[in-house]
């Protein structure tokens, strides 16, 4: 995480295939997938627990990238 802040580039590309590739591989054998949301996605100013429906605010560039990882599976997915 804290390399992610210093390597914004490299932490990018490496979130994203990470969550990206499997998603397309499940596309391509239409088979469901199911990926869990990480909380650096979220800035934590939310008294409560989050929901699917809670806008993504990340206040680093971990959660950024975090963030960029889970579009890249809803847009492989259909989702988006």
């Known amino acids: 995480m804290d390399q992610a802040e210093s390597e914004p580039d490299p932490a990018l590309a490496a979130t994203a295939s990470a969550l990206r590739v499997p998603a397309e591989k499940a596309a391509l054998r239409n088979v469901l997938l199911v990926h869990y949301c990480t909380d650096p ?9 989050w929901v ?7 206040s680093n560039v971990y959660g950024k990238t975090n963030l960029t990882g889970e579009e890249a599976t809803q847009y492989v997915g259909g989702s988006i």
């Not at 996605?41 to 627990?49: E, H, I, L, R, S």
């Not at 699917?52 to 990340?58: C, F, I, R, V, Y």
Request: charge should be negative.
């Open 41 to 49: 996605v979220f800035d934590g100013t939310k008294n409560g627990p």
């Open 52 to 58: 699917e429906t809670d806008q993504p605010s990340p």
